[in-house]
């Protein structure tokens, strides 16, 4: 079954959400290995900070492929895309502020 470009971009919206909770929360982020204790207060991640910036890479990687898609067309799709090269450009940055 062949994706359309919503479905496509839909999914895609995982990986600018985790971009975005690291970039705001870093280490105290869920997607970077923090959790809450039963109290529900923040535990902070045990993760090293290259492994929190492998995070965001694998995920700025993730929407860079996702864009280039001509199978189904992203990329000849007129779709507003602007939060997908809004988190790219965020988790570039946020990679470059913590190397």
């Known amino acids: 079954m062949t994706q359309t470009v919503t479905e ?3 999914a895609a ?3 600018v959400m985790v971009i975005n909770d690291i970039n705001t929360k870093g280490a105290n982020s ?3 290995g923090s959790s809450n204790d039963i109290e529900g207060n923040v535990v902070a ?4 900070q290259a492994e929190i910036n492998d995070m965001v890479q694998r995920n700025v990687d993730h929407l860079e ?3 280039a898609y ?4 992203v990329v000849g799709d007129s779709s507003d895309k602007s939060s997908y090269t809004d988190a790219i450009a965020t ?7 913590n190397s």
């Open 8 to 10: 496509v971009l839909t």
């Open 30 to 32: 869920i997607y970077a």
């Open 91 to 97: 988790g570039n940055t946020y990679i470059t502020d």
């Open 70 to 73: 001509t199978d189904p067309d």
């Open 65 to 67: 492929l996702i864009l």
């Open 13 to 15: 919206t995982d990986s």
């Open 45 to 48: 991640s045990t993760w090293t």
